[in-house]
């Protein structure tokens, strides 16, 4: 087994975090696994994994040469691919915002996956921002302002955003008509995990975005305790549409205030310089670009 096809093997073996189901996926025998990671662990004076009766996870070496792998693989098949004109193929790691994986993209993976048989994605969910070159993350889709960084990034749309509460919460405080109707009221607070700070509550009106701060009893910094608190009547709270659209068709929230939305959320999807040109990551960007256009959010601006 030459260098590349153990390096294939070692990180499978990573994912699997098994030699026997490595081995089964590699369609070799355990005995050549075993044999394949004691050559390679001699070759770089380090060892690369730690086994037990139950699972294999890579040492602190075997994290970094993992990663280190990966990147060489996908620009052998990227480069590979690339010359062939074929459909792209191989594992495609993406980063996704919690929100956005269970109520965007993962229902629209079976139509990814019938146009892209031969890719497969491991997907993890974080709110928080994460170093994707360090951790090897192919791409990752974000709603919000971007940081500055070195990756590239392409703004897919804007996401509808709503004001709304609980049925129960407008009896006890009323349905107001206009902003200055929200005095005496209050909201959910969603604070900023970096800060700690709370966010206002934010409405266009006239073509400009008015901040209000309101009193709050609550606040929270994950997207389904901010929800689960307005369906309880805790005060407003401002959601994606997407996010709220069962609950203001069943009658569990109400919107208010929709001549006065808040202003739209960036949806983006970003990826390391060096993926700019990856088979996966182009068809995978260009179909996010489609679901977006389709009528999932307005779409982005020239």
Same mark, same amino acid.
């Given at each position: ?30 005995? &050549?696994?075993?044999?394949?990671? *004691? *050559? ?33 693989? /996908? ?13 792209? *193929? ?20 079976? /139509? ?14 974080? /709110? ?9 993350v192919d791409c990752a889709l ?7 960084? +070195? ?5 897919? %749309? ?12 407008? /009896?006890?405080? %009323?349905?107001?008509?206009? &902003? ?26 006239? $073509?400009? &975005? ?8 609550? +606040? ?12 309880? %009547?805790? $005060? ?23 001549? &006065? ?14 993926r700019q040109l990856s088979p ?13 256009? *389709? ?8």
């Amino acid at each position: 087994m030459d260098r590349l096809d153990a390096m294939r093997l070692f990180t499978r073996i990573v994912e699997r975090r098994s030699f026997t189901a490595a081995a089964h996926d590699s369609d070799v025998p355990r005995s &050549t696994v075993t044999q394949v990671i *004691k *050559k390679m662990e001699t070759r770089l004076g380090v060892q690369l994994l730690q086994r037990s009766t139950r699972t294999v996870r890579p040492t602190l070496d075997g994290e970094a040469y993992y990663k280190r792998c990966l990147a060489i693989l /996908d620009d052998i098949d990227d480069a590979e691919g690339a010359f062939r004109g074929s459909t792209p *193929k191989g594992l495609l790691r993406v980063e996704v915002q919690g929100t956005l994986a269970r109520y965007f993209l993962t229902p629209g993976l079976p /139509d990814f996956f019938e146009r892209y048989p031969g890719i497969e994605i491991s997907m993890t969910e974080h /709110d928080e921002w994460v170093d994707l070159v360090h951790e090897g993350v192919d791409c990752a889709l974000r709603w919000g302002d971007l940081p500055d960084s +070195s990756l590239i990034a392409k703004r897919l %749309g804007l996401l509808e955003r709503v004001t709304c509460a609980s049925p129960a919460y407008f /009896d006890r405080f %009323g349905f107001p008509e206009t &902003t200055e109707a929200l005095q005496g009221h209050r909201h959910v607070g969603r604070r900023l995990p970096s800060t700690g700070s709370v966010r206002p509550l934010m409405f266009e009106i006239c $073509g400009e &975005t008015h901040n209000i701060s309101l009193p709050t009893i609550l +606040s929270v910094t994950g997207s389904e305790s901010y929800r689960e608190a307005a369906r309880l %009547g805790l $005060g407003l709270a401002q959601m994606p549409r997407f996010h709220v659209e069962d609950d203001l068709k069943n009658g569990r929230l109400v919107s208010v205030l929709e001549s &006065t939305p808040p202003p739209g959320v960036p949806v983006s999807v970003v990826y390391p310089q060096s993926r700019q040109l990856s088979p996966r990551v182009r068809v995978f960007v260009d179909w996010l670009s489609q679901r977006f256009i *389709k009528g999932f959010a307005r779409a982005a601006p020239d």
